[in-house]
């Protein structure tokens, strides 16, 4: 395989790539000068220096000031008794601009297939059921996709919480809620408008 397939190759792997837009990314690219191609490459470059994982919502940030956590969990104003559980960086962004929800952040860092027998493989879930026991909340919001896949995460972590929670006394008085259905079956939270994210956090239970 050549280095034009490899790199169409690459494209297809993003998240809701498939090889005919891969393709149009590789010939967009060729067509580009070589100065903004040297650009391209530098900006990617730079941003993958700059990036910091937060150790206790593990979502990726921009760390120009080389703090140890990220601006949502430094931030005293944010309410610490509701911790939101959301798949990757891209759901927490859209929450976050919907101005609707001012707890603190668990990223899972994906979903678990139907068919997968290790979840933990795959999701944060013994890193989110430490975080949990350290700090407990009195609220967990799982916001997961309303796919197949994603309401299966949500009962994989949703049993793991129960667990923890029936053996925990300090435990006790936590509650697991989900989104309500301002989310329709099938949508994906980062493409949901703010009004949608409002009205699925209100109905919450």
Wanted: proline fraction near 4%; aromatic fraction near 6%.
């Amino acid at each position: 395989m050549d280095s034009l397939h490899r790199l169409e190759e690459l494209f297809a792997h993003f998240p809701g790539i498939g090889p005919r837009q891969a393709r149009r990314f590789v010939y967009y690219l060729l067509g580009k000068s070589p100065t903004s191609i040297a650009e391209f490459i530098k900006l990617i470059e730079e941003v993958r220096k700059a990036t910091s994982e937060c150790p206790q919502c593990h979502r990726l940030f921009i760390n120009s000031t080389k703090q140890v956590v990220c601006s949502v969990c430094a931030d005293p104003s944010r309410d610490t008794s509701t911790l939101m559980i959301v798949a990757r960086d891209s759901d927490f962004e859209s929450i976050e601009k919907s101005g609707t929800y001012k707890g603190i952040y668990f990223i899972l860092g994906g979903t678990v297939p139907i068919l997968d027998k290790e979840p933990e493989k795959r999701i944060r879930l013994r890193a989110l059921l430490e975080r949990i026991e350290k700090q407990p909340v009195k609220e967990v919001i799982l916001s997961l996709n309303t796919t197949p896949d994603g309401e299966h995460t949500a009962t994989i972590v949703r049993d793991a919480l129960k667990n923890i929670i029936t053996s925990n006394s300090t435990l006790s008085s936590t509650k697991v809620t989900i989104l309500g259905r301002g989310l329709s079956t099938g949508a994906e939270l980062e493409y949901a408008d703010s009004e949608t994210i409002r009205n699925a956090l209100s109905n919450r239970k």
